[in-house]
């Protein structure tokens, strides 16, 4: 069986280099057909075991995704997360901070969203582009973003700390499929709306981005709240091996059932009485 939290968790390293990593493979699915079997049947797991978190009501399950531009997070949102009860799972986009938000430190609107007991938080974009956004398009000074990193690991170790289990995705693309993503889009009517002068104008910025990554990658990953690296110019490859990922978080994270809150044998009998009442009613 595969392990797909030890196959792509990335280990932080001075030598770590983005440019190095693949961004498509056939580690364990060798076609299309098999991850996506692999994919739907892991997904009737996956809900399984979301319907035991819901209802222990003990931990909780924060997911991070974070991507190039036409990386995936959508797509991999749909075809993967959505899967889950809506009752115990919600989805957070964060764009650019809104005038009040801007009033507030940088966690405060992030804050708001993480899960609470039972349920499943996935954020589309995240803290995170307060020191990758902020620091490549210098919207705020280098001694601002700089003390960040140790704020984030303060931030994250006391959700940790809190009974919330947090895993990190980066969904890794070449700038080549990133382009042909884009020009898709332009084809495409309904996929236009997404488009935006700052996807290109980010392209010229490749390697700051990635050079971002990868600090935040030595800095802010730490065993309990780790980062993923994800091969994903093949979206259902990806799909795959984050299915795959999410269920063996759960699995681990073991949520339990509750036990009955009453005796049974008293439910039982009282079954029986009503039972027999309405069968003396009966014409």
Same mark, same amino acid.
């Given at each position: ?14 030598d ?21 079997a ?13 319907y ?21 997070? *959508? ?5 993967v ?23 507030? *430190?940088?966690?405060?609107?992030? !804050? ?11 954020f589309?974009?995240s803290h ?17 973003? %700089? $003390? ?9 170790k006391n959700?940790? !700390? ?9 969904l890794h ?13 332009? %084809? ?7 488009l ?14 990635? $050079? ?6 030595? %800095? ?23 299915a795959g990922?999410?269920? *063996?978080?759960?699995l ?17 009998? %009282? ?8 069968? *003396?009613?009966?014409?």
């Amino acid at each position: 069986m595969a392990n797909f939290l030890q196959s792509y968790r990335l280990i932080p390293s001075k030598d770590l280099t983005l440019s190095s990593r693949p961004t498509s493979e056939t580690t364990w699915f060798d076609n299309k057909k098999d991850a996506q079997a692999f994919t739907k049947k892991t997904k009737r797991e996956i809900q399984d075991l979301q319907y035991r978190l819901f209802v222990e009501r003990n931990q909780s399950l924060l997911v991070i995704l974070q991507a190039p531009d036409a990386g995936g997070k *959508d797509g991999l949102i749909r075809k993967v997360f959505g899967c889950m009860n809506p009752q115990g799972c919600r989805v957070h986009a964060f764009g650019f901070p809104t005038l009040r938000e801007q009033e507030y *430190d940088f966690l405060w609107r992030v !804050h708001a969203c993480t899960p609470a007991q039972g349920m499943v938080a996935v954020f589309n974009r995240s803290h995170y582009e307060d020191v990758l956004a902020a620091r490549v398009d210098r919207l705020v000074p280098k001694r601002v973003w %700089r $003390k960040r990193y140790g704020i984030i690991n303060s931030f994250e170790k006391n959700l940790v !700390h809190a009974g919330t289990r947090i895993i990190k995705l980066y969904l890794h693309i070449s700038p080549q499929e990133q382009l042909r993503r884009l020009a898709k889009r332009l %084809r495409q009517p309904d996929k236009q709306w997404k488009l935006e002068v700052s996807d290109f104008d980010a392209r010229h910025k490749w390697l700051e981005y990635q $050079k971002a990554y990868e600090d935040i990658f030595r %800095r802010c990953n730490k065993t309990k709240s780790p980062w993923l690296l994800i091969p994903s110019d093949n979206k259902w490859y990806r799909d795959a091996v984050v299915a795959g990922i999410l269920r *063996d978080t759960l699995l681990d994270m073991d949520p339990k059932l509750p036990e009955c809150p009453v005796d049974l044998s008293t439910l039982q009998q %009282r079954y029986e009485e009503e039972l027999s009442q309405n069968k *003396d009613k009966s014409p």
